[in-house]
Nanobody, 127 residues
Framework: VQLQASGGGSVQAGGSLRLSCAVSGLTFDNYAIAWFRQAPGKEREGVSF????????QYADSVKGRFTMSVDNAKNTVYLQMNNLKPEDTAVYYC?????????????????????WGVGTQVTVSS
């Protein structure tokens, strides 16, 4: 299983970025996908996740209304559309995949490792 996040960059506050996570080696029907982020000197935190059965999407309170997570099954790719970015969104963003139970556990205990993790992509938001 491989996950590769991309799309990060540097933007000014109020700007937008779309992150992509290309997934290989698993099918979305059987796995949940999540985005996490880690800012310098801070613990990793959950940003959003999608469960497949039933299809459920959840967001951290800090990004609700600004970020949208979506899945393209045909491309085996997960997206995170980030609008109205704020300096506090600056972090390395990671995508992760696992069973529903694994992702839900990571949501509560984001320091866990029991899932498939991709290489992160840096997002920097300047004020």
């Amino acid at each position: 299983v491989q996950l590769q996040a991309s799309g990060g960059g540097s933007v000014q506050a109020g700007g937008s970025l779309r992150l992509s996570c290309a997934v290989s080696g698993l099918t979305f029907d059987n796995y949940a996908i999540a985005w996490f982020r880690q800012a310098p000197g801070k613990e990793r935190e959950g940003v959003s996740f999608i469960l497949t059965s039933p299809r459920t999407t959840q967001y951290a309170d800090s990004v609700k209304g600004r970020f949208t997570m979506s899945v393209d099954n045909a491309k085996n790719t997960v997206y995170l559309q980030m609008n109205n970015l704020k300096p506090e969104d600056t972090a390395v963003y990671y995508c992760a995949a696992g069973t529903k139970d694994q992702v839900l556990r990571l949501w509560v205990f984001p320091d866990g490792q029991n899932a498939y993790w991709g290489v992160g992509t840096q997002v920097t938001v300047s004020s």
